[in-house]
């Protein structure tokens, strides 16, 4: 298995129960696919993007350390992809 980082950005303006509900949901997620969340924190919160993603300027970002195998992180990046509410994601492989 391999060490990611994995961070995803919610709409700042959004409830914090709704944010809430997403980190859940991304637990629940990663459990889903095999998915060992070592860190979960909040990376920024209300931080004004370079560039607007869906007509939204500020986003809390999230920043979680994984460890899985690779499938595992395709599999959940598939899943994250039909949640509106996450505006981006990216996951990056440590290096060992």
């Known amino acids: 298995m391999s060490k990611y980082e994995f961070v995803y950005i919610v709409d700042a303006h959004a409830p914090v129960a709704a ?3 997403i980190a859940k949901q991304i637990a629940d997620t990663a459990a889903k696919s095999d998915v060992k969340i070592i860190n979960s924190q909040v ?3 209300k931080h004004r993007m370079s560039f607007p993603i869906k007509k939204i300027w500020e986003g809390t970002y999230y920043l979680l350390s994984l460890e899985a195998k690779f499938e595992a992180i395709n599999k959940m990046q598939g899943l994250l992809r039909i949640n509106e509410q996450i505006l981006r994601f990216l996951a ?3 290096e060992a």
Do not use: P, Y
């Open 43 to 45: 990376w920024f919160e």
């Open 92 to 94: 990056i492989r440590q």
């Open 19 to 21: 944010r809430e509900e």
